[in-house]
C-alpha cells in the first residue's frame, strides 16, 4: 500500500481531528439514539416484554375457536407500594381473535389518596406482538382516596397469528406508587392522565 | 409435617454421603439433577477438552522451541516470517470446530428456552436480600430467608454445615413434573441460580422473565444469588427441596390451609387478649432465647423488655426495632420471620407483659402497613 | 527521565525546564509518557491494595475484616481504578513514549492538547478516590454499575463517580485522536501502513476503538445523572424506562472497552517476540487484519455479557455466534507468536519471560472466554468466580504482563541504563507464580458454584479462596520489587547501547540511550 506521505502540517492534523471530532460526536448521539432505538426496536419485535398502547380492534377479527390460549395474571407492587393488588381471575382460557375482559382489585388501604400506576411485563417475549389491550388499567394512572378499592378492567384480544407452540402468556403488573409525581403536576386525586406506559 | 420428618431422615442419609465426599477441593461443575444441567455439563466437558487438546498441541511447539532453539544452546535462527498454506489451514480449521461446537450448544439453548407445556407456575420476586415464593395457582405465598445465625456469621459460633445456604423456608417441587418459573424483582435486579438444576435467570424489577426446571431425584438444593444486588447480595440463597408428587400434593394442601388461616388472622378483629395470648406463644419461640421469659433480658447484650423505654414509649419505635432489627447488635430484623400476625402479637405482648401495662395494642393490619411503607 | 539535549536542534529550547513546571507545562512526549506511567504504576499498587483487602476478606469464611457495604465498595474500586486508572493509562504511556520513536517523528501531532490529556487524569482520580471519603461512601454496585442499583439505590457519591468518569473520558477521547493524527499524519518518508511495526498497528485501531465507544460510555453515565437528578426514567421500569436498556448500553462500550484493554499489548509482545527469537515476525499482513477483525467484531457481541437477562432465543444465538467468532484472529495470532518463537534463536531475559507467560496465559484466558461464549454452559458460569478467573486471566497476565514486558524491553532506551537482570526475573517468577495462585482457583471455586461480589461464602469454598488469597498477597508484595527495579535503573545501572537487544529491529532503536528530549526532528528514510 505505497502512497505518497503527507506532508506533516497543520492542515492534515485539522483534518483528523475534525473527522475524530465528527465521530465524537456521533457515537455519543448514537448512545442517546440507542434509547428510542432501543423501544422501537422492543416494539417491532417484542423481545422486552413490553405490551403495546391501545389496539384499535378490527371488526374482522377472526375467532380461532378450534384453538386455546391460557392467559395467567400475576400483580406485584413496586418498592413501597402498599396498596392490596391482585388478579380477579387468576388464569383464563380463551379462544385467538375474541375480545376478552377480566379484572384486577386494588385497594388504598392507607390513610391518604394515593396514585398508582400499573407496568405490563409479558412472558415468553415472542408473545408481546401478538397480545392486544383494547382497554387497560395501565393506559391511564389509578388514584384511589384512603380506604378506596376498586376493580380495574382489562381487556385484551389474543392475536390467531400467535405461533402453534405458545399455548401459555404469562401477563404481569407492577403497581408503582407515582402519588408524589401526581402531586407535584398537579394531579393528586383528579383527573386520571393518559399515560402512554402501556 | 410428619411425612416431612420422615422424608428429611430418608433424605439426610441420601445425602450425607454426598455431602461428605463433596470435597472441599472441588473442582468441576456439577452434572446435576436435571436434563438441562446433564447437557450443560456434557458440553462443558466437551469444550474443555478440545481446549485442552488445541493448547496441548499449542503450548507443545512452544515449549519444544523453548527448549531445543535456545541461543544459548546454539541454535541459529531461520529466516521465514510467512506461509500463506498453514496460515489459511489455521484459520479455516479453527472455524471449522467452533461450528462443531456451536451445533450441541443451540439444540440445548433451544431446549432451555422451551417453557411450554408446565406443570407447576412459581412466581418468585427477588426483595433485597431474600426470596418470595408465589405459587400461583394455588393461592399462597412466603418469603424464604437466610436463616445462618448472625453468630456464626460473625465467628462466635462454629459454622454449621449449610453455613450461608440454608433459609427458613425452602421452596418445594415435585421431582418428575416440569416446573416453570417467572422472576422479577421488587427493587434491584437479582439472578435466581440453582446449579443443580442449571438454572439462572435474572429477576428485573419491572418486569417478568421465565425459565424452567424438570428434577429427576428428590433432594435439597442450594443455590445462590448471582446478581450484585446490595450489601447483603451473598446473603439471600435459594435452597429448593425436590418431594415425590404424592408428598408435594399434600404439602401445597397444607399450605393452602394454612394461608387461608393466617388470611382470616389477618383481617379478623383482634381483641388484646387474643393478640396477648398468640403473643405469649410467639415471644417464647422468637424472643425469650435472648430476652428472657420473663423480659430481664442479658444487659448489656440482650436488654431487659421489661420496664424498656422502647416498650412502654413510642409504638413507631417499637415496631421498628422489632421489624427491622438494629444494626450492629445482635438484633435481628423479625420482619420477615414473622407472619404479621405474630409481630403485632409480640409487640402487643411485650407492650403488656411484665407489669410494662401500656393498653397498647398493635394489629396485623398496621404492621403489613408500616412494611409496606418502607 | 533524559536530560541530555538535542545538539542539532535550532528552533527548539535546549533541554528541559527546571523543577515543577517542567512537569505541569510539559509538551514532550517523552515526558508526558512518563508520567502516564508513573500514575498507572500509583494507580496501580492503589487497586492492588485494595484487590488486598478484598483477598483478606475472602482469606476464610465468616466476616472478619470489613463489612458487606464496605467490601462492595472495594470490589467496585478496584474495578474501576484498575481498569480506567492502570491499564488505560500505561498504554497510552507507552503509546507517548514508543509511537513518535517507532515512526520516526519527532513528538505526538498535538502537543499541547497531549499535556492536557495526561492532567485530566490525576484531577478525575482525586475525585473518584475522593468519594470514599464520603458520607454514604464509595460507589459500591460494581465497576458495571448496573441500574437500578446504581441509580435508584445508589450513594450520594455516585455523581461525582459520573463525573469524573466524564473526565477520564475526555481524557481517553483526545489521548486517541492524538494517536491518529500522529500515525497518520507523521509517518517517517517510505513508512507505508503495511510497513508499520505492529505496536503502531494496535494503537491506531485503539484508538478508533476510544473514539467510538468512549462516548457511549460518557452517553449511559450522562443518562444515570439525569435518571438521578433529573427525573427522568432511562432505566426506571415505574417511568416506562428498562434496566436493561442500560445493559446493552453499557456493554456496547464495555466490550470494545476490554479489547482497548488488550489490543496494544498483543503488539507490544509481537515486537518483543520476535526480538528475542531473533527471527521476524511471523505473518505481519495477517496480524494486523486479525487485529482489524477483532476490532470490528467486538461491536457485536456484547449481549455475551448478557445471557441470562432474557434475551429471546434469536438474539442468544446470534451473540454465542459472534462471540465464538473472535476466537479465530485470537487464535491466528498466537499461532503467528509461537511460529516466531519456533526455529528461531531464543534468549529469556526479562521482557521474554513475561512475553511467553503472556501468549500461554493469555491463551488459557482465551479458553475459558471460549468456554463463557457457550451460551447455554454460560447460564452455569455467569457471574461466578469463572467469570473473574476468566478476565483476570486476560487482564493480568495479558494486559499487566504485556505492560511489563514492553517496560523491560524499552526502559533502557528510556533510561539509558540496563535493568537489573537478575532482580527482574526475581520479579517475574513471583508474578508467575503468585498470579497463577491468585487466579486459577477462581476456575473451580466458579465451578463448584461460588458466586461474584460476595464478601463471605459457603464452607465448601474455603480452601481454593484461601490459596487464591496466598498467591494474591504475594503477587501484590512482588509489585513492590518491580518499583524498586526501575527506581534503581533510572538512578544508575550498566550503560545502554542505542540497540541493547541484538533481535530488535525498528527506528527507535537507531537513537542513543537514553533517548535524547529531542528525537528525529529531522525525518529519517524508510527504505
Same mark, same amino acid.
Not at chain 2, 446433564?38 to 499449542?58: D, E
Not at chain 2, 422479577?184 to 424489577?205: C, L, M, Q, R, Y
Not at chain 3, 526475581?426 to 465451578?447: Q, R
Given at each position: 500500500?505505497?502512497?505518497?506521505q503527507?506532508?506533516?502540517?497543520?492542515?492534515?492534523?485539522?483534518?483528523?481531528?475534525?473527522?475524530?471530532?465528527?465521530?465524537?460526536?456521533?457515537?455519543?448521539?448514537?448512545?442517546?439514539?440507542?434509547?428510542?432505538?432501543?423501544d422501537v426496536?422492543?416494539?417491532?419485535?417484542?423481545?422486552?416484554?413490553?405490551?403495546?398502547?391501545?389496539?384499535?380492534?378490527?371488526?374482522?377479527?377472526?375467532?380461532?375457536?378450534?384453538?386455546?390460549?391460557?392467559?395467567?395474571?400475576l400483580?406485584?407492587?413496586?418498592?413501597?407500594?402498599?396498596?392490596?393488588?391482585?388478579?380477579?381471575?387468576?388464569?383464563?382460557?380463551?379462544?385467538?381473535?375474541?375480545?376478552?375482559?377480566?379484572?384486577?382489585?386494588?385497594?388504598?388501604?392507607?390513610?391518604?389518596?394515593?396514585?398508582?400506576?400499573a407496568?405490563?411485563?409479558?412472558?415468553?417475549?415472542?408473545?408481546?406482538?401478538?397480545?392486544?389491550?383494547?382497554?387497560?388499567?395501565c393506559?391511564?394512572?389509578?388514584p384511589?382516596?384512603?380506604?378506596?378499592?376498586?376493580e380495574?378492567?382489562?381487556?385484551?384480544?389474543?392475536?390467531?397469528?400467535?405461533?402453534?407452540?405458545?399455548?401459555?402468556?404469562?401477563?404481569?403488573y407492577?403497581?408503582?406508587?407515582?402519588?408524589?409525581?401526581?402531586?407535584?403536576?398537579?394531579?393528586?386525586?383528579?383527573?386520571?392522565?393518559?399515560?402512554?406506559?402501556? | 409435617m410428619?411425612?416431612h420428618?420422615?422424608?428429611?431422615?430418608?433424605?439426610?442419609?441420601?445425602?450425607?454421603?454426598?455431602?461428605?465426599?463433596v470435597?472441599?477441593?472441588?473442582?468441576?461443575?456439577?452434572?446435576?439433577?436435571?436434563g438441562?444441567?446433564?447437557?450443560?455439563?456434557?458440553?462443558?466437558?466437551?469444550?474443555l477438552?478440545?481446549?485442552?487438546?488445541?493448547?496441548?498441541?499449542?503450548?507443545?511447539?512452544?515449549?519444544?522451541?523453548?527448549?531445543?532453539?535456545?541461543?544459548?544452546?546454539?541454535?541459529?535462527?531461520?529466516?521465514?516470517?510467512?506461509?500463506?498454506?498453514?496460515?489459511?489451514?489455521?484459520?479455516?480449521?479453527?472455524?471449522?470446530?467452533?461450528?462443531?461446537?456451536?451445533?450441541?450448544?443451540?439444540?440445548?439453548?433451544v431446549?432451555?428456552?422451551?417453557?411450554?407445556?408446565?406443570?407447576?407456575?412459581?412466581?418468585?420476586?427477588?426483595?433485597?436480600?431474600?426470596?418470595?415464593?408465589?405459587?400461583?395457582?394455588?393461592?399462597?405465598?412466603?418469603?424464604?430467608?437466610?436463616?445462618?445465625?448472625?453468630?456464626?456469621?460473625?465467628?462466635?459460633q462454629?459454622?454449621?454445615?449449610?453455613?450461608?445456604?440454608?433459609?427458613?423456608?425452602?421452596?418445594?417441587?415435585?421431582?418428575?413434573?416440569?416446573?416453570?418459573?417467572?422472576?422479577?424483582?421488587?427493587?434491584?435486579?437479582?439472578?435466581?441460580?440453582?446449579?443443580?438444576?442449571?438454572?439462572k435467570?435474572?429477576?428485573?424489577?419491572?418486569?417478568?422473565?421465565?425459565?424452567w426446571?424438570?428434577?429427576?431425584?428428590?433432594?435439597?438444593?442450594?443455590?445462590?444469588?448471582?446478581?450484585?444486588?446490595?450489601?447483603?447480595?451473598?446473603?439471600?440463597?435459594?435452597?429448593?427441596?425436590?418431594?415425590?408428587e404424592?408428598?408435594?400434593?399434600?404439602?401445597?394442601?397444607?399450605?393452602?390451609?394454612?394461608?387461608?388461616?393466617?388470611?382470616?388472622?389477618?383481617?379478623?378483629?383482634?381483641?388484646?387478649?387474643?393478640?396477648?395470648?398468640?403473643?405469649?406463644?410467639a415471644?417464647?419461640?422468637?424472643?425469650?432465647?435472648?430476652?428472657?421469659?420473663?423480659g430481664?433480658?442479658?444487659?448489656?447484650?440482650?436488654?431487659a423488655?421489661?420496664?424498656?423505654?422502647?416498650?412502654?414509649?413510642?409504638?413507631?419505635?417499637?415496631?421498628?426495632i422489632?421489624?427491622?432489627?438494629?444494626?450492629?447488635?445482635?438484633?435481628?430484623?423479625?420482619?420477615?420471620?414473622?407472619?404479621e400476625?405474630d409481630?403485632?402479637?409480640?409487640?402487643?405482648?411485650?407492650?403488656?407483659?411484665?407489669?410494662?401495662?401500656?393498653?397498647?395494642?398493635v394489629?396485623?393490619?398496621?404492621?403489613?402497613d408500616?412494611?409496606?411503607?418502607? | 527521565?533524559?536530560?541530555v539535549a538535542?545538539?542539532?536542534?535550532?528552533?527548539?529550547?535546549?533541554?528541559?525546564?527546571?523543577?515543577?513546571?517542567?512537569?505541569?507545562?510539559?509538551?514532550?512526549?517523552?515526558?508526558?509518557?512518563?508520567?502516564?506511567?508513573?500514575?498507572?504504576?500509583?494507580?496501580?499498587?492503589?487497586?492492588?491494595?485494595?484487590?488486598?483487602?478484598?483477598?483478606?476478606?475472602?482469606?476464610?469464611?465468616?466476616?472478619?475484616?470489613?463489612?458487606?457495604?464496605?467490601?462492595?465498595?472495594?470490589?467496585?474500586?478496584h474495578?474501576?481504578?484498575?481498569?480506567?486508572?492502570?491499564?488505560m493509562?500505561?498504554?497510552?504511556?507507552?503509546?507517548?513514549?514508543?509511537?513518535?520513536?517507532?515512526?520516526?517523528?519527532?513528538?505526538?501531532?498535538l502537543p499541547?492538547?497531549?499535556?492536557w490529556?495526561?492532567?485530566l487524569l490525576?484531577?478525575?482520580?482525586?475525585?473518584?478516590?475522593?468519594t470514599?471519603?464520603?458520607?454514604?461512601?464509595?460507589?459500591?454496585?460494581?465497576?458495571?454499575?448496573?441500574?437500578?442499583?446504581?441509580?435508584t439505590?445508589?450513594?450520594?457519591?455516585?455523581?461525582?463517580?459520573?463525573?469524573?468518569?466524564?473526565?477520564?473520558?475526555?481524557?481517553?477521547?483526545?489521548?486517541?485522536?492524538?494517536?491518529?493524527?500522529?500515525?497518520?499524519?507523521?509517518?517517517?518518508?517510505?513508512?507505508?501502513?503495511?510497513?508499520?511495526?505492529?505496536?503502531?498497528?494496535t494503537?491506531?485501531?485503539?484508538?478508533?476503538?476510544?473514539?467510538?465507544?468512549?462516548?457511549?460510555?460518557?452517553?449511559?453515565?450522562?443518562?444515570?445523572?439525569?435518571?438521578?437528578?433529573?427525573?427522568?426514567?432511562?432505566?426506571?421500569?415505574s417511568?416506562?424506562?428498562?434496566? *436493561?436498556? !442500560?445493559?446493552?448500553v #453499557?456493554?456496547?462500550? @464495555?466490550?470494545?472497552?476490554?479489547?482497548?484493554? $488488550?489490543? &496494544? =499489548?498483543?503488539?507490544?509482545?509481537?515486537?518483543?517476540?520476535?526480538?528475542?527469537?531473533?527471527?521476524?515476525?511471523?505473518?505481519?499482513?495477517?496480524m494486523?487484519?486479525?487485529?482489524?477483525?477483532?476490532?470490528?467484531?467486538?461491536?457485536?457481541v456484547?449481549?455475551?455479557?448478557?445471557?441470562?437477562v432474557?434475551?429471546?432465543?434469536?438474539?442468544?444465538?446470534?451473540?454465542?455466534?459472534?462471540t465464538?467468532?473472535?476466537?479465530?484472529?485470537?487464535?491466528?495470532?498466537?499461532?503467528n507468536?509461537?511460529?516466531?518463537?519456533?526455529?528461531g534463536?531464543?534468549?529469556?531475559?526479562?521482557?521474554?519471560?513475561?512475553? *511467553?507467560? !503472556?501468549?500461554?496465559? #493469555?491463551?488459557i484466558? @482465551?479458553?475459558?472466554?471460549?468456554?463463557?461464549? $457457550?451460551? &447455554? =454452559?454460560d447460564?452455569?458460569?455467569?457471574?461466578?468466580?469463572?467469570?473473574v478467573?476468566?478476565?483476570?486471566?486476560?487482564l493480568?497476565?495479558?494486559?499487566?504482563?504485556?505492560i511489563f514486558?514492553?517496560?523491560?524491553?524499552?526502559?533502557?532506551?528510556?533510561?539509558?541504563?540496563?535493568?537489573?537482570?537478575?532482580l527482574?526475573?526475581?520479579?517475574?517468577?513471583?508474578?508467575f507464580?503468585?498470579?497463577?495462585?491468585?487466579?486459577?482457583?477462581m476456575?473451580?471455586?466458579g465451578?463448584?458454584?461460588?458466586?461474584?461480589?460476595?464478601?463471605?461464602?459457603?464452607?465448601?469454598?474455603a480452601?481454593?479462596?484461601?490459596?487464591?488469597?496466598?498467591g494474591?498477597?504475594?503477587?501484590?508484595?512482588?509489585?513492590?520489587?518491580?518499583?524498586?527495579?526501575?527506581?534503581?535503573?533510572?538512578?544508575?545501572?550498566?550503560?545502554?547501547?542505542?540497540?541493547?537487544?541484538?533481535?530488535?529491529?525498528?527506528?527507535?532503536?537507531?537513537v542513543?540511550?537514553?533517548?535524547p528530549y529531542?528525537?528525529?526532528?529531522?525525518?529519517?528514510?524508510?527504505?
Amino acid at each position: 500500500m505505497a502512497e505518497p506521505q503527507p506532508q506533516h502540517g497543520k492542515r492534515s492534523n485539522g483534518r483528523v481531528i475534525a473527522w475524530c471530532m465528527a465521530g465524537v460526536v456521533g457515537m455519543f448521539a448514537f448512545g442517546f439514539a440507542l434509547v428510542p432505538l432501543y423501544d422501537v426496536f422492543c416494539e417491532i419485535t417484542g423481545i422486552n416484554g413490553k405490551t403495546g398502547g391501545r389496539y384499535e380492534a378490527q371488526v374482522t377479527n377472526q375467532v380461532d375457536a378450534n384453538r386455546t390460549v391460557t392467559v395467567q395474571f400475576l400483580a406485584s407492587n413496586g418498592p413501597g407500594m402498599s396498596w392490596e393488588f391482585r388478579p380477579v381471575t387468576r388464569s383464563i382460557k380463551v379462544h385467538p381473535g375474541e375480545p376478552v375482559t377480566v379484572n384486577f382489585y386494588a385497594e388504598n388501604g392507607s390513610d391518604q389518596a394515593m396514585v398508582g400506576q400499573a407496568v405490563p411485563s409479558l412472558s415468553p417475549a415472542e408473545g408481546t406482538l401478538y397480545f392486544h389491550k383494547t382497554e387497560c388499567f395501565c393506559f391511564n394512572q389509578q388514584p384511589l382516596e384512603a380506604g378506596e378499592s376498586t376493580e380495574m378492567p382489562l381487556v385484551f384480544i389474543v392475536d390467531p397469528e400467535l405461533p402453534e407452540h405458545i399455548t401459555k402468556l404469562t401477563l404481569s403488573y407492577t403497581l408503582y406508587d407515582q402519588s408524589q409525581k401526581a402531586e407535584v403536576s398537579g394531579a393528586a386525586g383528579a383527573a386520571k392522565t393518559t399515560n402512554n406506559n402501556g | 409435617m410428619r411425612v416431612h420428618a420422615k422424608r428429611a431422615v430418608a433424605l439426610a442419609a441420601g445425602l450425607l454421603s454426598p455431602a461428605v465426599v463433596v470435597a472441599d477441593w472441588t473442582m468441576n461443575m456439577t452434572p446435576g439433577v436435571t436434563g438441562t444441567s446433564n447437557q450443560i455439563f456434557s458440553l462443558h466437558m466437551t469444550i474443555l477438552w478440545i481446549c485442552v487438546a488445541i493448547g496441548v498441541v499449542v503450548f507443545g511447539v512452544m515449549f519444544w522451541s523453548i527448549f531445543a532453539h535456545r541461543k544459548s544452546q546454539g541454535a541459529k535462527p531461520a529466516n521465514f516470517h510467512e506461509n500463506t498454506v498453514v496460515e489459511i489451514l489455521w484459520t479455516i480449521i479453527p472455524f471449522a470446530i467452533l461450528v462443531a461446537m456451536a451445533i450441541p450448544a443451540t439444540a440445548t439453548l433451544v431446549e432451555m428456552y422451551d417453557t411450554t407445556e408446565s406443570e407447576v407456575d412459581i412466581k418468585i420476586t427477588g426483595y433485597q436480600w431474600r426470596w418470595q415464593y408465589e405459587y400461583i395457582n394455588e393461592d399462597f405465598g412466603y418469603f424464604s430467608s437466610l436463616s445462618t445465625p448472625r453468630d456464626q456469621i460473625e465467628n462466635r459460633q462454629a459454622k454449621g454445615e449449610n453455613y450461608l445456604l440454608e433459609v427458613d423456608n425452602p421452596l418445594v417441587i415435585p421431582v418428575g413434573k416440569k416446573v416453570r418459573f417467572l422472576l422479577t424483582a421488587n427493587d434491584v435486579i437479582h439472578s435466581w441460580w440453582v446449579p443443580e438444576f442449571g438454572v439462572k435467570k435474572d429477576a428485573i424489577p419491572g418486569f417478568i422473565n421465565e425459565t424452567w426446571t424438570r428434577v429427576d431425584e428428590p433432594g435439597i438444593y442450594r443455590g445462590q444469588c448471582t446478581e450484585l444486588c446490595g450489601k447483603d447480595h451473598g446473603f439471600m440463597p435459594v435452597v429448593v427441596e425436590a418431594v415425590p408428587e404424592e408428598e408435594y400434593n399434600a404439602w401445597v394442601a397444607e399450605q393452602r390451609e394454612a394461608a387461608e388461616k393466617e388470611r382470616q388472622l389477618t383481617q379478623k378483629d383482634w381483641t388484646l387478649e387474643e393478640l396477648m395470648e398468640r403473643g405469649e406463644k410467639a415471644y417464647a419461640t422468637a424472643c425469650a432465647a435472648c430476652h428472657q421469659a420473663d423480659g430481664s433480658g442479658a444487659p448489656p447484650a440482650f436488654p431487659a423488655l421489661k420496664g424498656s423505654p422502647i416498650a412502654t414509649g413510642d409504638m413507631t419505635a417499637h415496631i421498628d426495632i422489632v421489624v427491622n432489627g438494629k444494626s450492629g447488635t445482635a438484633m435481628q430484623a423479625f420482619g420477615n420471620q414473622l407472619s404479621e400476625v405474630d409481630l403485632a402479637a409480640v409487640i402487643t405482648y411485650e407492650r403488656n407483659a411484665w407489669g410494662n401495662n401500656t393498653g397498647d395494642m398493635v394489629t396485623p393490619k398496621e404492621i403489613f402497613d408500616y412494611k409496606n411503607q418502607q | 527521565m533524559s536530560a541530555v539535549a538535542d545538539t542539532h536542534s535550532q528552533e527548539h529550547h535546549h533541554g528541559p525546564a527546571k523543577g515543577i513546571s517542567r512537569w505541569l507545562l510539559t509538551t514532550n512526549h517523552k515526558d508526558i509518557g512518563s508520567m502516564y506511567l508513573m500514575f498507572s504504576f500509583a494507580m496501580f499498587l492503589l487497586g492492588g491494595s485494595m484487590a488486598m483487602v478484598i483477598r483478606a476478606e475472602l482469606f476464610q469464611p465468616g466476616l472478619q475484616i470489613v463489612q458487606p457495604e464496605f467490601f462492595n465498595q472495594m470490589t467496585t474500586m478496584h474495578g474501576l481504578i484498575m481498569v480506567f486508572g492502570a491499564v488505560m493509562p500505561a498504554f497510552v504511556g507507552l503509546a507517548n513514549w514508543m509511537l513518535p520513536l517507532m515512526i520516526g517523528a519527532p513528538d505526538m501531532a498535538l502537543p499541547r492538547m497531549n499535556n492536557w490529556s495526561f492532567w485530566l487524569l490525576p484531577c478525575a482520580f482525586l475525585i473518584l478516590v475522593s468519594t470514599l471519603f464520603m458520607q454514604g461512601g464509595a460507589p459500591n454496585f460494581g465497576w458495571t454499575f448496573y441500574a437500578p442499583l446504581s441509580t435508584t439505590y445508589g450513594p450520594p457519591s455516585t455523581t461525582f463517580f459520573i463525573f469524573a468518569v466524564h473526565i477520564m473520558g475526555v481524557s481517553s477521547i483526545m489521548g486517541a485522536i492524538n494517536v491518529i493524527a500522529t500515525i497518520l499524519n507523521m509517518r517517517a518518508p517510505g513508512m507505508t501502513l503495511m510497513k508499520m511495526p505492529l505496536f503502531v498497528w494496535t494503537w491506531l485501531i485503539t484508538a478508533f476503538l476510544l473514539i467510538a465507544v468512549m462516548p457511549v460510555l460518557a452517553g449511559v453515565v450522562t443518562m444515570m445523572l439525569m435518571d438521578i437528578n433529573f427525573g427522568t426514567s432511562f432505566f426506571d421500569a415505574s417511568g416506562g424506562g428498562d434496566p *436493561v436498556l !442500560f445493559q446493552h448500553v #453499557f456493554w456496547f462500550f @464495555g466490550h470494545p472497552e476490554v479489547y482497548i484493554m $488488550i489490543l &496494544p =499489548a498483543f503488539g507490544a509482545i509481537s515486537h518483543i517476540v520476535a526480538a528475542f527469537s531473533r527471527k521476524p515476525l511471523f505473518g505481519y499482513a495477517s496480524m494486523v487484519y486479525a487485529v482489524g477483525a477483532i476490532a470490528l467484531l467486538s461491536f457485536v457481541v456484547w449481549a455475551h455479557h448478557m445471557f441470562t437477562v432474557g434475551i429471546p432465543l434469536a438474539g442468544q444465538l446470534f451473540f454465542m455466534y459472534a462471540t465464538m467468532l473472535i476466537a479465530v484472529p485470537t487464535g491466528v495470532k498466537v499461532f503467528n507468536w509461537v511460529t516466531t518463537m519456533f526455529r528461531g534463536s531464543l534468549s529469556f531475559e526479562a521482557p521474554m519471560l513475561f512475553a *511467553v507467560a !503472556f501468549i500461554i496465559l #493469555f491463551t488459557i484466558g @482465551g479458553f475459558s472466554g471460549l468456554m463463557l461464549a $457457550i451460551a &447455554p =454452559a454460560d447460564f452455569q458460569y455467569h457471574d461466578t468466580y469463572f467469570v473473574v478467573a476468566h478476565f483476570h486471566y486476560v487482564l493480568v497476565p495479558g494486559a499487566i504482563f504485556g505492560i511489563f514486558a514492553s517496560a523491560y524491553f524499552w526502559l533502557p532506551k528510556w533510561t539509558g541504563h540496563m535493568y537489573d537482570e537478575t532482580l527482574a526475573k526475581t520479579h517475574f517468577w513471583l508474578s508467575f507464580i503468585g498470579m497463577n495462585l491468585a487466579f486459577f482457583p477462581m476456575h473451580f471455586l466458579g465451578l463448584a458454584g461460588m458466586p461474584r461480589r460476595i464478601p463471605d461464602y459457603a464452607l465448601q469454598f474455603a480452601d481454593f479462596n484461601m490459596v487464591s488469597s496466598i498467591g494474591a498477597f504475594m503477587f501484590g508484595v512482588s509489585q513492590l520489587l518491580f518499583l524498586f527495579i526501575v527506581v534503581k535503573c533510572v538512578r544508575g545501572g550498566e550503560k545502554a547501547t542505542a540497540k541493547p537487544w541484538d533481535g530488535a529491529e525498528g527506528l527507535e532503536w537507531t537513537v542513543p540511550s537514553p533517548a535524547p528530549y529531542h528525537t528525529f526532528s529531522t525525518p529519517p528514510e524508510v527504505k
